[in-house]
């Protein structure tokens, strides 16, 4: 094998492993109820218990709250709520001692729906709050 092909691989390898140890982002979506913004106990416990379960949670990540809504009501009516949720979110995060500055948020409303949003299951998929953790990058 000539001296090129050795340090090819040897390239390769060392590039897999640098791409493996990089971490992922980090996903946890908080359900609505239709035309709601209140977030209920077994949520607020279930987000709550998440982010206790993330060592150095603020020294690793940064946070991002994007919200949604199903299209019932109009985009006013839903952007409106969109942007009640994600506060809701919001203020959960800040209750935890999560400092204002580590968190972002992006409030779609009844725009770029993950899910479709003809049927009742996609509707009721729509209207959430994803907390996406990005990994900080230094």
């Not at 390898?13 to 239709?34: D, H, M, T, W």
């Not at 109009?74 to 001692?97: A, C, I, P, T």
């Amino acid at each position: 094998m000539t001296a090129s092909r050795l340090i090819f691989g040897f390239c390769l390898l060392l590039c897999a492993e640098v791409f493996a140890q990089q971490p992922e982002e980090l996903r946890k979506s908080i359900y609505f109820n239709g035309g709601s913004f209140n977030i209920d106990e077994f949520q607020a416990e279930m987000l709550s218990d998440w982010l206790d379960s993330i060592p150095n949670l603020l020294d690793k990540y940064q946070i991002q709250l994007i919200s949604h809504t199903d299209p019932i009501g109009g985009k006013e009516y839903n952007q409106w709520l969109s942007q009640m949720r994600s506060q809701e979110v919001f203020q959960l995060l800040l209750n935890k001692d999560i400092p204002e500055q580590s968190i972002s948020v992006k409030d779609w409303g009844l725009d770029n729906p993950v899910y479709t949003n003809q049927t009742y299951r996609g509707m009721r998929l729509n209207r959430r709050v994803d907390v996406i953790l990005y990994p900080l990058v230094y």
